[in-house]
């Protein structure tokens, strides 16, 4: 029998674990059935498996901040053993004890979500891991990359290389194996990846050089102006953010962020009041509620690069959108949508805030997948 992790019984922020072996993902779930069961006096906490902290916190840190955003709640790590964190909520104004348990629920929904995507992530690696793992030890897999050439009457009069064919002397198998393997390489370039085929009139997109056949690339287009492969889009994307908001912009140089002393401060408010949902909304006609942000960047060269980055993207709609709060449950709402900003000054990137040394390279990033960048 599988020996099995053992909980020592006591306030849900203070468990301590005895190590044994078990499954991952066990321990996962075991951890977010814990989450449930915590009650009475630490309402304001939630335990989690470190895997799905540091996960969460790396891959999609605008959900946290959007989920602080609309809850007013800081998320601070109050406690730590060697395989769980205990979080703690706290409100960054005074909130009713219901308020905080909307966050709290929220939060959790968040981490169970976020498990969900770790073990999809996990499976995903695994597979990928094998079929490398295959091409490289496997000569026949080799042959599933070739499977086009001898159609196309680029086969070798030795019959070197095809299944079922003898080679010849065994010093020659290493050539073959060579051969068979640059044709593959050749094989993979001459490939579209819309069709599969052999690229027909041959286009190759301007920005990320990426080649397809011609037709299948103007057909691709018309459905998302974006290169399929990486994309990079060809054109403008104008989002469905609210029309009547306003983006202020102004600076402090008496602010000083963490790891950015030397600059002063750029502090950025956007301001949406009330209004009606327009065709390109989920819901025309239906009212929404107003809300005003405030997000903050150094004041140094690399910051004013992301704020004119921020300014194309306001302009083109994208920083926003219209939808349902994924925090509250609550439809019709202006939320984020997903071009990360740092809300708070300090308390690093679980606080949403500095220092945070990848945060300028990360979120042109995010702008880039929405086609915003410098050029």
Same mark, same amino acid.
């Given at each position: 029998m599988t020996p099995r992790r053992s909980l020592h019984s006591g306030p849900c922020d203070h468990l301590c674990w005895r190590t044994l072996s078990h499954s991952c993902w066990d321990q996962v779930s075991f951890v977010l059935s814990r989450m449930a069961a915590c009650g009475g006096t630490q309402k304001n906490k939630v335990t989690v498996n470190k895997s799905i902290w540091d996960f969460l916190s790396k891959e =999609?840190?605008?959900?946290?901040?959007?989920?602080?955003?609309?809850?007013?709640?800081?998320?601070?790590?109050?406690?730590?053993?060697?395989?769980?964190?205990?979080?703690?909520?706290?409100?960054?104004?005074?909130?009713?004890?219901?308020?905080?348990?909307?966050?709290?629920? =929220?939060?959790?929904?968040?981490?169970?979500?976020?498990?969900?995507?770790?073990?999809?992530? $996990?499976?995903? $690696?695994?597979?990928?891991?094998?079929?490398?793992?295959?091409?490289?030890?496997?000569?026949?897999?080799?042959e599933l990359h070739i499977r086009n050439v001898y159609s196309r009457g680029q086969h070798s009069t030795s019959g070197r290389g095809i299944p079922g064919c003898s080679g010849g002397a065994s010093s020659s198998h290493g050539g073959s194996r060579d051969h068979r393997r640059d044709e593959a390489e050749d094989d993979r370039e001459n490939q579209c990846p819309i069709c599969l085929g052999e690229i027909q009139n041959i286009k190759t997109l301007e920005k990320c050089q990426h080649s397809f056949c011609e037709d299948c690339i103007t057909r691709a287009l018309q459905v998302k102006k974006a290169c399929p492969m990486c994309g990079r889009f060809y054109g403008q994307l104008v989002g469905n953010q609210p029309e009547n908001g306003r983006m202020l912009v102004s600076k402090d140089s008496g602010l000083l962020l963490p790891s950015y002393e030397k600059y002063g401060t750029i502090i950025i408010q956007y301001v949406f009041p009330p209004g009606i949902q327009g065709a390109e909304h989920p819901n025309p006609g239906v009212r929404y509620p107003g809300t005003t942000r405030v997000a903050y960047l150094p004041d140094c060269p690399e910051g004013?690069?992301?704020?004119?980055?921020?300014?194309? =993207?306001?302009?083109?709609?994208?920083?926003?959108?219209?939808?349902?709060?994924?925090?509250?449950?609550?439809?019709n709402v202006i939320t984020w949508n997903d071009i990360h900003h740092k809300t708070n000054c300090t308390g690093g990137p679980q606080l949403f805030g500095y220092p945070d040394p990848t945060y300028l390279l990360r979120v042109q990033e995010e702008l880039r997948a929405k086609g915003i960048t410098a050029d």
């Open positions: =999609a840190p605008s959900k946290l901040d959007q989920l602080s955003e609309e809850n007013k709640v800081r998320i601070l790590i109050d406690g730590e053993t060697p395989e769980i964190y205990v979080l703690r909520l706290s409100p960054e104004n005074h909130i009713t004890p219901n308020g905080l348990h909307v966050a709290r629920k =929220a939060l959790k929904t968040l981490l169970k979500e976020t498990e969900k995507e770790l073990k999809k992530s $996990h499976k995903q $690696h695994q597979l990928t891991s094998c079929m490398t793992y295959g091409d490289k030890n496997n000569d026949h897999g080799g004013n690069k992301v704020l004119t980055l921020f300014k194309k =993207a306001f302009d083109q709609r994208l920083t926003f959108t219209i939808g349902t709060s994924m925090t509250t449950g609550r439809p």
